[in-house]
C-alpha cells in the first residue's frame, strides 16, 4: 500500500495537466473573442453606413493616452524652460574695433549674429551698430558680462521669461493629437461606407493640421529656450571740442599782444570798408566822368558864344 500511493499520486498529476492546458486555453478564446467583440462594437458604426459625428468621438480616449503617457514613471523630470533677453547699448571711440571684439565674445561662448544693421559716414568709418546676437542659454549670464566689457558702457538690462507650462502643456496636447490621428487612420482602413469614410478623412486632415502647427509651436518653444537673445547697440563717442586758446601773458608783452591785435583788427576793418566801398566808386567814375566831361564842354562852348553877341 505504502509503495503504490506515490505512483498513483504521479498518475493523478499526469492526469490534471491537460485538464489546466484546456481550461486556459479556453480562457484565451473567451478574451479574445470579447476583443474581437468590443472592437467590432467601436467598427459596427462606421461600416453601418449613414454619417457619424467624429467632433468628440474618441476624446476620452485621447485625454486617457495623453495623461497616461504624461504619468509613465519612466518619464524625466522636466527641467525648467526659461526664455532669456537682453539688451546692451555701448559707447566706442572705434565702432569697427568694438565689432571685432564682440566676434571673439561669440566665438568663445559659442554664439552667432541673427541680424545686423551699420551705419557708415561719408569717408567710409562706422559710426553705428545695431547687432542682434544668440548664445545658448547656459551661457547667457557670461555672454552679457563680456559683452558689456567690450566697450564703454551706457546701459544694460535683461529679462526672463519661464514657458514651464506652455512646454508641458504643448507636450500632452501632441501626444493627444498623436492618438487621435492613429485612431482615425485606423478607421479609415476600416471604413467601408462612403460617406462615413469621407467624414474620417475631414477629420482626419483637421487632426493632422492641429498636429502640425502644435509641432511647430513646440520647435519655436525649443529654439527661444536653448538660445538667449541679446540685443548690442554700438554708438561712436563723439570727438571732443577744441581746447580754448590760452590768454595772453600780462604786463609789456601782454599790452604789446593786445596792441597787436587791435592793429590787426584795425587794418582789417579798413580793408573791409575799402573792399565795400570799392565797388560804388568803380561804377561812380565809369558814370560821373563822361557826365563830367560832357558838361565841361558845353561850358566851354558856352563861353565862346557869349563874346560874339556882345
Known sequence: MRAGTPLRRRTSLLLAVPAVVAVLATAGCGSSRASGASAG?????????????????????????????????????????????????????????????????????????????????????????????????????????????IASLRSASRKAEDVTTQVIDLRARIAAERAGVRRLRHLVSQTANLRALLDVERALTQRQGELESLRQQRVYLSDQTSLATITVDVTRRAAPPPAPAAHAAGGFVGGLGHGWDALVALITAVLLALGAVLPFAVAGALIGVPVWLVLRRLRRTRRREAPAES
Open 41 to 149: 462594437s467601436q467598427d459596427a458604426p462606421v461600416a453601418a453606413g449613414g454619417r457619424m459625428n467624429l467632433g468628440n468621438t474618441g476624446a476620452a480616449q485621447d485625454s486617457a493616452a495623453a495623461a497616461k503617457s504624461a504619468s509613465q514613471p519612466g518619464d524625466e523630470v522636466q527641467q525648467r524652460a526659461v526664455i532669456s533677453t537682453g539688451h546692451i547699448a555701448l559707447i566706442s571711440s572705434d565702432v569697427a574695433a568694438t565689432r571685432t571684439r564682440l566676434d571673439a565674445v561669440l566665438a568663445r561662448d559659442g554664439g552667432r549674429v541673427a541680424d545686423e544693421d551699420t551705419v557708415t559716414d561719408d569717408h567710409g568709418t562706422v559710426t553705428r551698430a545695431h547687432l542682434v546676437v544668440r548664445v545658448p542659454s547656459a551661457r547667457f549670464d557670461d555672454a552679457m558680462t563680456s559683452l558689456a566689457g
